[in-house]
């Protein structure tokens, strides 16, 4: 099975800041990759497919990057509504995957 | 709006069963991939099972193969996940949630608001 390694598992940053959060797969998923987003009591959002790919509707201020092993997610100026648990999954084979997650706290 | 809406979640002793469903409504069903994914109290996503737009492959997390079973109703655009041999650690809140494109490999655009699985005597 391929792991999935997120890091940092929290981060607290202030509205503004720019947060990055990365990925590590336990081998090459080519840009098989997603992240999404999760709010407390709700179902997670698809925010980037594809690595880099911005899913219709979710804000520019999001991006992806990466292709193989290495990925990140970041957000450029942190907005209040970003304050969350943030999850990268590898979409390459199954099992499916996902990271243990990012919380998104304000510092 | 494409919606998912799922149901039959409850409590349930430890080796029983419980039949979930899922809805779809506002997208061509039977092109897409269909996924469970599920989270335990305070803990993060888990894959549970795929099944194909045609319901001719599915793929299962070794945690509950031989104990779940994944189908779909193509005519009643209507997922199901039939859950036996329930144990503790299977307690969590459960998702159906579409594929973003063909196949899998475009993640999960859609998802249901979850239904709570709890497994207690």
């Known amino acids: 099975d391929i792991q999935m390694t997120q890091s940092p598992s929290s981060v607290s940053a202030s509205v503004g800041d720019r947060v990055t959060i990365t990925c590590r797969a336990s081998?090459?998923?080519?840009?098989?990759l997603a992240w999404y987003q999760q709010k407390p009591g709700k179902a997670p959002n698809l925010l980037i497919y594809v690595a880099s790919s911005l899913q219709s509707g979710v804000p520019s201020r999001f991006s992806g990057s990466g292709s193989g092993t290495d990925f990140t997610l970041t957000i450029s100026s942190l907005q209040p509504e970003d304050f969350a648990t943030y999850y990268c999954q590898q979409a390459n084979s199954f099992p499916l995957t996902f990271g243990g997650g990012t919380k998104v706290e304000i510092k | 709006e494409v919606q998912l809406l799922e149901s039959g979640g409850g409590l349930v002793q430890p080796g029983g069963s419980l039949r979930l469903s899922c809805a779809a409504s506002r997208f061509t069903f039977t092109s897409y991939a269909m996924s469970w994914v599920r989270q335990a109290p305070g803990k993060g996503l888990e894959w549970v099972s795929t099944i194909s737009g045609s319901g001719g492959r599915t793929d299962y997390a070794e945690s509950v193969k031989g104990r779940f079973t994944i189908s779909r109703d193509n005519s009643k655009n209507t997922l199901y996940l039939q859950m036996n041999s329930l144990r503790a650690e299977d307690m969590a809140v459960y998702y159906c949630?579409?594929?973003?494109?063909?196949?899998?490999?475009?993640?999960?655009?859609?998802w249901g608001q979850g239904t709570s699985v709890t497994v207690s005597s």
């Open positions: 949630a579409k594929a973003a494109g063909s196949g899998t490999y475009h993640g999960m655009d859609v």
């Open positions: 081998q090459d998923i080519s840009f098989y």
